[in-house]
Every structure is written in structure tokens, then in C-alpha cells.
């Protein structure tokens, strides 16, 4: 009995010093770090989960961006696997990723498939061209270049909605991927009639709806419901000029044209080609009242963005020669990089990349031809990413899931080992909603995945990818700084739980804070840290900061959006001038948080009870396992006034034990005091601008660290166990 009691009285002393120990820490402002080795909650090569972006850029400054002198600046930033993006896709235009290439008509017009073989002539440009048939005003995408064909007052000029949504593609019944076109009028209107000048193929079932709910029909869509007309239910039409008298007015802002069943009669272009002759197609749209036998039209008809706001179900991907789009210093006219120039330039570093294929506007037969370009390039590539931002494209995602899969089948007629991925989302914070279907699912995601099932084919998705733009509006105040990483943390479990099989990879393949100036202020350098460190921490296998090439426009409804995005600052000529926030903060995470090798690295959770009075958490930590063993813990002070100090502490569960740095200890920030943004829209600069102050330190005994106000800070050494 006493041999019994010696053992357990020192056991129970053992714990009641952990507990007066956890309660002492517990009344002074702690990080803790979760160090227990079973509780790695990611496992991480830094060259592939820390990366950037390519994006397409005024067509006069790409030579510049790519010049060696300016790679070898943009490289110093450190980021790894880069992510290609895919913009024509968001203007509604067919991407030429070669300019060389056979088009589908004889005469030199229709579907284009780039040169799949490679020549001793490079692709160092790569150009979009806006497509004829469009039936988008604007949309998430294109929001003030281009105009709709629906009422743009040319009756010779027409919509069509995309030939692969049709049952000779997609091997089921048209009524499956009803085509659809939207009128969405600037405030409530009373209608009671619509007249359609069909073109051909026309629709032979249609109906007319109004929308009725409390929500906006195209951005809130499960926010109310479509309800047909009285009279608005069309069999077995004859096409020409259809005028509908639907009953009594209702009073709406939204009118829908729903087509489930075509003609099959070929538009102007002729029968030798199928995709001529499949889908539906309006020369022109005319919505209002009839009094007394009298078409009272309330659209305004313009081929501007004045015209009334349409939007549609999808965009034949058919174009010629003259709608060609390249004009400078803007983005939608602007220059996709050709991808010789991408891979042999040096800004991938030798690394494999994320590389995208058009799919909204593009054809199955082009996207293989550019894989085919690839492989035969020897060019590494690690994913393939399936279009880009369908849901800003209002695609419901049915249509995107038939697409994917027919582009899936020509893809791996290449090469079966690719890995394929979407749906690229819109940076969005909650799950994307869109109208119900039958069965009353809203879920975007959810349907995708579900309809990828239904077809036997979920494991031709091999990732799923998104991009995180947190934040709207023109002005970001320093308390949204607050809301990461839940943001990114709660957006990811919302896409797993939609149905993500478990194990799939995420990917957030574009990412930053803001179109203001917020992001080239400190506010951007702390929230990289908190996204990139709350993506990881959540279990995401790679981030991409959005873009290695400095430039964004500026947004015209944004009078301060000047130099965000960017690394660096650059002159009236596209050079780089100065480095900005992000540029310390990419340095800091990509070169003294984690070890710049191409080694696994293990990540555990860190946290902090530094709140203020609203309960905000102060203080964010992420804690790296290094493989030089060191451990590395990355904090941000989102205090924006004060500095605050903290206790660090490493504990072990399974050892029951706590630990904490020994010296030495390397010690980097970078924060308000080394940073200074003066905004002054295209001469914005920083003074002071940086470097981050490195120093080493021995810690003191209470094992204390300040942090200053508003800064990042990296805290780097080996660990030993705290006296019992």
C-alpha cells in the first residue's frame, strides 16, 4: 500500500503544478501552441503550398513584366508553384492561347483550335476576342466593357446560347440544361407581354416567368422563386416574330425566358457545321404592357451599357477574325502571356504549374490541342484548372458539370494522368446559391458534385479550387482585418460541406484582400499572414497570392483602388519602383516562417487570449515544425495602436509536458514603424518602406515577446522543456 501511494502522490502533484501552471498562464496574455506531435494538422512542401499568380496584363507591358531584371525582383519575394489565370473566360471571349490555329469554317471564321504542335517560333502573346453572340450586358465578370445582342437595337445581330449544352454533346435531353435569358430592369415594372424576334435555332417550348421574392433574382437566387405567366407557356413555336399577351400585369423587376426544346434549324452560318444548327438563338427582345392592341416597350435598346441589363444561360463560343480585342493599358483588351514565354522566362522557378483551359467559351477539341502544345513542350505542369468563375458567369451548374465532363474526356484522350479541377468560385464567403431545382437544392457545389456522381465520373475531379477575396466595397476598415482566418477557415468547411469527397485537395488558386488601398497599406501584410496561415492551418494544400505581375486597374467606381495587388510599384511604363506591404509580408512567410527548402514542413495550431473589449482576438499565431527543426511562430498584432505582450508556450499532450524558446532566438518584424503607405492614386508610395528588422534575442526568463503595434512577427529557435 505505501509503495502504491508513493507512486500516485507525486502523479497527483505533477498534475496540480499543471493546472496552477495553465492557471498562471491563463491571467497573462499567452500564445499556446498545440506541439503535441500527434496534432499536425498539415503537412506542407513550402516551394507548392505557398505560390502566386500569372494573370493576363496590358498588351504593352508584358515585355516589360518579363524582362530578366524584373523576374529576378518579383522572384525575391520568394513565392513558389505558380498559378496561370484564366481571364477571357470572365469577358466573355474565346481565348487564342495560340495565335496560330485552324478555324472550323473554310472561310476563315466559326470554332478556332489552336496549333498543336510546337514550332521554333515562341508564344510569348496570347490575345482574347470578344464574341459576337453575346447576351450579357455585364455580368460578375465583364462589368463595364461590351454589350448584350439581345436589345441592342440591331435585329441583325443575335444571341446564341452554347452548341455543347445541346443533347448532341451532352447525350441527354435538352429539357435537362434548359437555356435561359434574363431581363432585369432598373426598378419594377408592371408587364404583361413580351415579344421575341427569334433568329435560328429558335424555341419551340419556352415559357415566360417573373420573379417574385424579397431577394435580387440573379445575386440572391434562392431569395424568391420564377412563377410563369397566365399566359406565358409556349408549345411548339414557329419561331419569326413572337408577341405574347400573358394576362393580367404583374409587377416585377426580373423576367425570364426559359427554352427547354430547340428547332434544330441552323442560323446563318449553315448546316455543314452541327454546332450551327443546335440551341437557341433571339435577334432581339421587346418586354412592356399591351393596352387596347397597342406593345408599350419599357427596354431601352443601345449596343452600350446603357442598354437595359440582360444576362443569359450561356454564349456560343463562334467568332471571326476582325472581333480580335487588343488595345493598351487595359486588362479585358489586354495580353494572356503566351505560355512559352511563361515556362521559359524563369518565373515559375523550374517548378511544375497550375495551368488553366478555357471552358465557358471554348471548345473540348482547343483545350486538348493546348495540353497536346504542352506535353510536347516538356513543360512540368501539376494540375489543370477547368475555366474560370462560372458562378460570376451566372453558369448553372448542371451546365458547367456537362462541360467539365466533356472536356474531362478530351483532356485524358491526351494524357489519363492529368489532374483536373474546378470550379474555380468568385471569392465568396458563404455557399453560392442558386435557383432551386426540382428537387429544391440550391447549393452550387452541391449539385456539381452531385451531377459529376450521378454520371459515375467524381474522380475526374482531382481538386477543387476557389479564390478568396474577402472583403467589398471601395473602403476596408481596419475591423475587417478581424474576420481572418475565419473567413477562409468557414468557406472551406462550407465547399466540404457541400459533398467533397473526403481527401479531395483544396486549392486556393487566386487570393487577396481588396481592390482598395488597404492592401498596399500594413492592413494587406497582416491579412496575407492571417489568409495564408488560416488556409493552411484549416488543412488546404496550396494558396496562391494574386499577382507576381504588378498591375490591376483601377476600378471605376473605386476612386482609391490605385497600386493594389501589387508586389511592387511600377512607373508609367510597367517597371518596378518600389516594393510594397505584401512584398515584406511574402518575404517574411516565403524566407524566415517556414525554411525556403523543398522539404515537408508540419503545421499545428497556435492561440492567443489577447482580445479587446468586443472580444476580438489581437493576437493570431501559426506555429511551423521545420525541418531543420526548428520551430517557427508566426504572429500578428491586429492591434492597430498598441503593442502588446505575450507569453509563448509549447505543450505536449501526449509527454504532458510544456516547453518554451531557448536562446538563441531570431526575431523578425515588419509593422507600421518600418512601413508607411501615402496614398495618391497612381504616384502612391511608401516612406518609410521597409526592410523588416532582424535581430536574434535571448528570451527572457518569463519567456515574453512584444509585439509592436500593427506588425508581423516571426519568432524562430529550438524549444526545451519548462522546469516542473
Not at 466595397?473 to 474576420?483: A, I, R, S, V
Request: glycine content about 8%; some cysteine.
Amino acid at each position: 500500500m505505501q509503495n502504491s501511494c508513493t507512486r500516485i502522490i507525486p502523479l497527483a502533484l505533477r498534475q496540480l503544478a499543471f493546472v496552477l501552471l495553465a492557471l498562471s498562464i491563463s491571467t497573462s496574455q499567452t500564445v499556446s501552441v498545440d506541439a503535441t506531435p500527434s496534432h499536425v494538422v498539415n503537412r506542407f512542401n513550402p516551394f507548392y503550398a505557398l505560390g502566386s499568380t500569372v494573370d493576363r496584363v496590358p498588351s504593352n507591358a508584358t515585355d516589360v513584366f518579363f524582362r530578366p531584371d524584373q523576374i529576378k525582383k518579383v522572384l525575391s519575394a520568394g513565392w513558389g508553384m505558380i498559378s496561370y489565370r484564366q481571364n477571357t473566360d470572365l469577358f466573355v471571349q474565346a481565348w487564342h492561347w495560340n495565335p496560330k490555329g485552324t478555324w472550323s469554317d473554310p472561310a476563315g471564321k466559326g470554332y478556332f483550335v489552336g496549333d498543336s504542335t510546337p514550332t521554333p517560333e515562341m508564344i510569348r502573346h496570347s490575345y482574347g476576342y470578344s464574341l459576337p453572340h453575346r447576351g450579357f450586358t455585364r455580368n460578375n465578370g465583364t462589368e463595364f466593357d461590351g454589350f448584350s445582342r439581345l436589345d441592342d437595337g440591331d435585329v441583325n445581330s443575335f444571341w446564341k446560347s452554347n452548341p455543347y449544352l445541346t443533347k448532341d454533346f451532352t447525350g441527354e435531353d435538352d429539357s435537362l440544361h434548359p437555356q435561359w435569358v434574363v431581363i432585369a430592369l432598373e426598378k419594377k415594372e408592371q408587364v404583361n407581354a413580351v415579344r421575341i424576334h427569334w433568329a435560328d435555332p429558335y424555341a419551340r417550348d419556352f415559357e415566360v416567368q417573373y420573379w417574385e421574392g424579397d431577394g435580387d433574382a440573379m445575386d440572391q437566387q434562392d431569395k424568391g422563386a420564377w412563377k410563369t405567366f397566365p399566359h406565358g407557356t409556349v408549345t411548339d413555336s414557329k419561331g419569326g416574330v413572337t408577341t405574347l399577351e400573358m394576362g393580367a400585369p404583374m409587377n416585377t423587376g426580373f423576367v425570364r425566358i426559359l427554352m427547354t426544346r430547340s428547332s434544330n434549324t441552323c442560323d446563318s452560318y449553315g448546316s455543314a457545321d452541327r454546332r450551327n444548327c443546335v440551341g437557341y438563338a433571339v435577334r432581339e427582345l421587346y418586354l412592356g404592357t399591351i393596352d387596347k392592341g397597342k406593345f408599350q416597350d419599357v427596354l431601352h435598346h443601345s449596343a452600350d451599357q446603357k442598354q437595359t441589363l440582360t444576362l443569359c444561360s450561356s454564349v456560343d463560343p463562334w467568332h471571326e477574325p476582325s472581333d480580335l480585342y487588343v488595345a493598351p493599358d487595359r486588362m479585358e483588351s489586354g495580353d494572356q502571356p503566351g505560355f512559352d514565354l511563361f515556362f521559359t522566362s524563369g518565373i515559375t522557378r523550374g517548378l511544375p504549374a497550375i495551368v488553366p483551359v478555357a471552358m465557358l467559351y471554348s471548345t473540348p477539341e482547343d483545350a486538348a490541342a493546348q495540353m497536346t502544345y504542352i506535353e510536347e513542350r516538356g513543360y512540368p505542369i501539376l494540375y489543370v484548372e477547368m475555366g474560370e468563375e462560372p458562378d460570376g458567369q451566372y453558369m448553372l451548374p448542371e451546365d458547367y458539370a456537362t462541360l467539365y465532363l466533356q472536356f474531362a474526356t478530351a483532356l485524358h484522350r491526351v494524357d489519363p494522368k492529368f489532374k483536373l479541377g474546378g470550379p474555380i468560385f468568385e471569392g465568396v464567403t458563404e455557399d453560392i446559391k442558386v435557383w432551386p431545382d426540382a428537387q429544391g437544392r440550391t447549393s452550387w457545389l452541391g449539385r456539381f458534385l452531385d451531377y459529376l456522381k450521378a454520371h459515375g465520373r467524381i474522380q475526374d475531379l482531382s481538386f477543387m479550387s476557389f479564390e478568396h477575396y474577402p472583403y467589398d466595397g471601395c473602403e476596408t476598415p481596419w475591423e475587417n482585418l478581424y474576420q481572418e482566418p475565419e473567413l477562409i477557415t468557414h468557406i472551406m468547411q462550407v465547399w466540404r460541406n457541400d459533398g467533397l469527397p473526403e481527401g479531395t485537395p483544396l486549392l486556393d488558386t487566386e487570393t487577396n484582400a481588396h481592390g482598395g488601398e488597404s492592401s498596399v497599406d500594413i492592413f494587406g501584410a497582416l491579412w496575407l499572414a492571417d489568409s495564408f496561415g488560416g488556409f493552411l492551418s484549416a488543412g488546404g494544400q496550396s494558396t496562391h497570392y494574386y499577382h507576381d505581375l504588378s498591375y490591376s486597374p483601377p476600378h471605376p467606381a473605386c476612386q482609391n483602388s490605385w497600386g493594389t495587388y501589387h508586389l511592387f510599384m511600377t512607373d508609367d511604363h510597367y517597371e518596378i519602383q518600389q516594393p510594397t506591404s505584401q512584398f515584406f509580408a511574402a518575404e517574411m512567410i516565403t524566407q524566415e516562417w517556414v525554411q525556403p527548402v523543398e522539404v515537408e514542413h508540419q503545421l499545428y495550431l497556435a492561440s492567443s487570449d489577447v482580445k479587446d473589449s468586443q472580444k476580438h482576438v489581437l493576437v493570431t499565431a501559426y506555429a511551423v515544425h521545420r525541418p531543420d527543426n526548428q520551430w517557427s511562430l508566426m504572429l500578428v498584432n491586429r492591434d492597430r495602436d498598441h503593442p502588446h505582450t505575450v507569453r509563448v508556450v509549447f505543450h505536449d499532450a501526449d509527454a504532458a509536458k510544456d516547453s518554451h524558446f531557448s536562446a538563441p532566438v531570431a526575431l523578425i518584424t515588419f509593422g507600421k514603424e518600418q512601413y508607411q503607405w501615402h496614398p495618391n492614386r497612381r504616384r502612391g508610395y511608401a516612406d518609410p518602406d521597409g526592410p523588416a528588422v532582424k535581430t536574434t534575442i535571448i528570451p527572457a526568463e518569463n519567456d515574453e515577446y512584444t509585439l509592436p503595434a500593427a506588425s508581423l512577427t516571426i519568432l524562430r529557435g529550438n524549444i526545451s522543456e519548462i522546469p516542473k
